[in-house]
C-alpha cells in the first residue's frame, strides 16, 4: 500500500525566492515542492503539499490530514515559537510529524531557539536550505518503516 504524506508549509514561505535569499535561498515553493514530490515518487510515496500563512488553516489542513496521510513534514515558519494550537492539532492528529526548518534556526535571533511544536514531533531538521524537505521526508519514511534498516 502507498504511504501518504502531507508536506506543509507555513506563514511567509509562499516568498520563497526573493524573501531574504541569502537565509532561504533561492528556489521557490513550487520549485520545492517539485523536488520533493519526485523524491516521494522515487520510494512509491504520494505527497500533498499546502500552503497557508494562516494558523488556523494549518490547523484545518492538519486535522483533515489524519483521514487520509501517514504522517507530515512541516515547516510551521515563525508559527514554530509561538503556536500551542498547533502543537495541540499535532497531538490530536496522533500522525508522525517532522519539523523542518529552511534556515539553523538554532543559529538565529535567540527567540527563534525554542520550538513550541518540536516535543510533539518525531524529528527536527534544520539549516539545509531546501534538502531539510528531503531530509524530513527520508526521516519521515525511515519511522514509518518505508525506507528499510541498512544491512550491516
Known amino acids: ?3 501518504k504524506i502531507l508536506l506543509l508549509h507555513g ?3 509562499n516568498l520563497l525566492g526573493t524573501r531574504e535569499p541569502d537565509v532561504y535561498g533561492s528556489l521557490t515553493l513550487e520549485q520545492i515542492n517539485r523536488i520533493a514530490e519526485a523524491h516521494a515518487r522515487r520510494h512509491d ?3 500533498r503539499a499546502e500552503q497557508s500563512n494562516h ?3 494549518l490547523i484545518d489542513i492538519l486535522h483533515a490530514a489524519r483521514n487520509w496521510a ?3 513534514v512541516f515547516n510551521p515558519g515563525a508559527y514554530t515559537h509561538t503556536s500551542i494550537a498547533l ?3 499535532i497531538s490530536a492528529t496522533a500522525l508522525p510529524v517532522v519539523e523542518v526548518h529552511l534556515s539553523n534556526v538554532h543559529a538565529r535571533e535567540p527567540f527563534r531557539h ?3 511544536l518540536a516535543p510533539v514531533c ?3 531538521v534544520v539549516g539545509f536550505g531546501w534538502r531539510s524537505y528531503l531530509l524530513g521526508i527520508d526521516g519521515l519514511l525511515g519511522k514509518l518503516g518505508v525506507l528499510p534498516e541498512p544491512e550491516l
Open 1 to 3: 500500500m502507498t504511504k
Open 11 to 13: 506563514p511567509n514561505l
Open 45 to 47: 510515496v504520494e505527497l
Open 55 to 57: 494558523e488556523g488553516a
Open 70 to 72: 501517514d504522517g507530515a
Open 87 to 89: 502543537r495541540d492539532a
Open 114 to 116: 525554542v520550538s513550541m
Open 122 to 124: 518525531v524529528g527536527q
